[in-house]
């Protein structure tokens, strides 16, 4: 399809080139050369008979200028491959506005408008090349990304240095990347401190900092030092290759929008022949008929829906936003219910210290202080908020000696000449049961033991998100959604603390994937819905929404099943992508009806006598081209794409 798609390109480029040779080669010849006197005419009998009588005897005579041979060679050449098309789609009933060039072509030929007809050559063929070139402007930041993917890596094996191509990377590999070299794979650092620039990917102009154990995208620019990574993902999987699927993705789907574009071309193309009809029988004057013909000529004015289309998920992309489906793009704005999952989306998937409960005669900041000491040698999943919470309060951490951590035994170790012991509620009653401690609330808890007596329970729960709030609020005023709701997995009092946190009506918690998956259908069936989730219990959710949309890359599955995938897994991207929609909207609407509008009022100047069929077809042609940079202003971001 491809292939076919490229040689009917370059078909059109050739018409294109012998359009504008021969009528540039008419123009010298009938102004410069002044052979336009020059009349031939070329004449002949025809007849047909059968063995005993004669049918049909005729003459026919043919007047051509000198200068009008370039032009006879544009029509024939360029004109019939073109009507030729045209006819094929007729036979489809495929009654788009395009039908009427050829109605042009056919009529100037007719009238011996020769000059117009070519006219009409060169807009139909150089319309479609304008469109071509258009979608590959709307789309040189994806190819400009093509172009600086390495497509060699640095393997390290022992004391060796082997260059691999990237295909042959797996996952696991340990690579070298030299300064100022392009990431080749999305990673881990294992050796090496620097900077990276990340702006190609996410857009933000800053000199991202890597040390041991910092993640790496592929396609970033290294630094001045050397990074050895170990390869997460292959290649295809990679942060890369995933932004580099957005066109791949897009031409498979066919927008609803850009069929709204068919549709109002199936419109047009009646008024504009009724115009041309009543003009001609208004007038008395044939010519005018043509003239109408010519500038209602939209051939290449529609295709500024499909420019903005491509120009958004340009736009989307360097947003890091992968749009998988291009007809969200329409549809986005129209819908009203929101559903979103817990986990990842309106939290940040991690745990943060809610509440620390400090026991008799014990102070919060001096257990804090003993506790986060003492975390700071833990790999534990809570380590890090207890750390976090002693930075925010500016608490010193102390020297520790003798860390040990055993399973299920917990953290030991001793701090400012303190025995400090960090373990579970269970382990906690299972040595001393007549303790008194604070009551079960929701999310995980650790008890704290100094010097082998209760001195306090740490609580934590999901972190909140910092955006969620203002995001929710804002829903309703900015973008009109009727309802929001929270569908989770999770527990009871987990669900109901996010949704009191953020300001959610409509919560269902305890839910099975099956469960979400009947709620989403359900609310569909009654308003189109966007779903937001992360994790691969979300995928037939986000499938049976209208609009589904993926959180981050934690999930394969949640990838393939979702309309749109949020790499940075920010609120701020989701609203990016509301605000990328509803203008693609606007703008591709204003392309398609603007100019149609502009080809109207040229229709009416034209059937009233003030447009000759040459002068109509560059009016067209101005409008076309008006048309499709104002579909290309779709790529271009606008201050802020942003409004909480």
Not at 181 to 205: K, N
Not at 382 to 411: D, H, R
Request: with cysteine; charged share 20%.
């Amino acid at each position: 399809m491809a292939h076919t798609q490229q040689a009917t390109s370059r078909s059109e480029s050739l018409i294109s080139v012998l359009s504008l040779l021969g009528i540039g080669a008419y123009l010298v010849m009938r102004y410069a050369l002044d052979t336009g006197h020059e009349i031939y005419t070329l004449s002949g009998n025809v007849s047909l008979t059968a063995p005993d009588t004669g049918i049909y005897s005729g003459q026919f005579g043919f007047r051509i200028s000198l200068a009008e041979l370039p032009l006879i060679t544009v029509l024939i050449l360029g004109g019939v491959p073109l009507l030729y098309q045209l006819a094929a789609k007729l036979l489809q009933r495929d009654l788009g506005a395009d039908l009427l060039a050829g109605m042009s072509i056919v009529t100037a030929i007719l009238l011996h408008e020769y000059l117009a007809g070519s006219l009409v050559v060169l807009m139909l063929a150089g319309g479609a090349v304008l469109e071509s070139y258009a979608v590959r402007r709307a789309s040189s930041v994806l190819e400009a990304l093509a172009r600086r993917m390495p497509s060699v890596a640095h393997r390290k094996s022992a004391d060796t240095l082997i260059d691999i191509t990237t295909e042959q990377v797996v996952i696991g590999d340990t690579l070298l990347i030299l300064p100022h070299e392009i990431c080749p794979v999305d990673g881990t650092v294992l050796e090496g401190a620097g900077t990276m620039d990340e702006s190609y990917l996410t857009g933000e102009p800053y000199m991202m900092s890597k040390v041991r154990g910092s993640q790496v995208l592929s396609g970033a620019v290294n630094g001045d030092t050397a990074l050895t990574i170990r390869a997460d993902k292959l290649a295809v999987d990679s942060r890369y290759a995933k932004i580099m699927e957005v066109m791949r993705s897009s031409e498979q789907h066919r927008p609803k929008l850009r069929r709204l574009g068919d549709q109002l071309g199936a419109v047009y193309m009646p008024v504009a022949v009724a115009i041309a009809l009543f003009a001609w029988l208004a007038s008395g004057e044939v010519i005018r008929f043509l003239a109408v013909l010519v500038i209602a000529t939209p051939c290449p004015l529609l295709i500024g829906i499909p420019v903005t289309i491509i120009s958004s998920i340009s736009l989307a992309a360097r947003r890091e936003i992968i749009i998988k489906n291009p007809a969200i793009l329409e549809t986005i704005g129209t819908c009203r219910t929101a559903i979103f999952d817990k986990t990842g989306t309106l939290t940040y998937g991690r745990p943060a210290l809610t509440a620390l409960i400090p026991g008799n005669g014990h102070h919060e900041r001096d257990v804090l202080t003993l506790v986060a000491s003492l975390e700071r040698y833990s790999k534990h999943p809570l380590s890090g908020a207890i750390i976090k919470a002693a930075e925010k309060s500016a608490l010193p951490l102390l020297k520790v000696t003798n860390i040990m951590e055993l399973p299920g035994e917990g953290l030991k170790g001793e701090v400012g000449g303190k025995r400090v012991q960090i373990t579970s509620r269970q382990k906690f009653l299972a040595l001393q049961p007549a303790a008194e401690l604070p009551p079960v609330g929701g999310g995980l808890e650790c008890v704290v033991l100094i010097d082998d007596a209760y001195a306090g329970t740490l609580q934590f729960r999901d972190e909140v998100r910092a955006d969620s709030s203002s995001f929710i609020t804002h829903l309703r005023p900015s973008h009109l959604f009727d309802r929001v709701m929270l569908v989770s997995g999770d527990r009871e009092s987990e669900v109901r603390y996010l949704a009191e946190q953020v300001g959610i009506e409509h919560v269902y918690f305890g839910q099975s994937p099956t469960q979400k998956l009947d709620i989403v259908r359900r609310e569909t069936e009654a308003a189109k819905t966007v779903f937001l989730g992360d994790g691969i219990n979300d995928a037939p959710a986000l499938t049976a929404a209208t609009i589904g949309i993926a959180f981050g890359q934690n999930s394969d599955i949640t990838g393939e099943s979702a309309d749109a995938v949020i790499m940075d897994s920010s609120l701020l991207k989701v609203d990016e992508l509301f605000h990328i929609g509803e203008r693609m909207r606007a703008i591709a609407l204003q392309s398609a009806i603007g100019g149609m509008s502009l080809s109207i009022i040229g229709m009416i100047a034209a059937g009233m006598g003030y447009l000759t069929p040459v002068a109509g077809a560059i009016t067209q042609e101005i409008i076309d081209v008006i048309a499709v940079l104002n579909a290309l202003r779709a790529a271009i971001p606008p201050k802020t794409l942003s409004d909480f």
